[in-house]
């Protein structure tokens, strides 16, 4: 499955201080990312606030490097009632634009939550 056709939500280049030991891009770094980038598209959906309660399915499929240009992209995949779970794929640009790596994807999960931090219901267009 590969949603990376679309239009990115984020697009972000990794600064020397995120690189590890093994000089590649820490994965707590790129999981932030798609954090941001999941949380854009559940606060869209629930019209409001949201927060972060699993990730499931996370997989480093290949490392990401210094220079490359990360395109996060990211698609609904279910809504509950007071859930949104987002499928985000993250594509490398390496070489200049030469060559895309798929370098991660996971399923990322968000209440919608009121002005007391409570789940509400995710609000909906009217069938």
């Known amino acids: 499955m590969t949603i990376s056709n679309e239009q990115p939500i984020l697009r972000v280049v990794p ?5 590890n030991a093994n000089g590649h891009i820490f994965g707590g770094w790129i999981l932030s990312q798609m ?5 854009i598209v559940a606060a869209r959906e629930a019209d409001g606030p949201v927060a972060t309660v699993a990730i499931e399915a996370m997989e ?4 990401i490097l210094l220079h ?9 995949e279910r809504i509950g ?3 949104i779970a987002i499928r985000i794929e993250v ?11 798929k370098v991660t994807e ?10 007391l931090h409570r789940p509400r219901p995710v609000k909906r267009e009217p069938a």
């Open 35 to 39: 954090d941001i980038a999941a949380g």
């Open 91 to 101: 594509v490398a640009s390496r070489e200049r634009g030469q060559t895309e790596v």
């Open 81 to 83: 009632r007071t859930s």
């Open 68 to 76: 490359d240009v990360i395109s996060v992209f990211a698609r609904v």
């Open 60 to 63: 480093f499929i290949a490392p």
């Open 106 to 115: 996971g399923l990322f999960t968000f209440v919608a939550i009121d002005e």
């Open 15 to 19: 600064r020397p201080g995120d690189i």
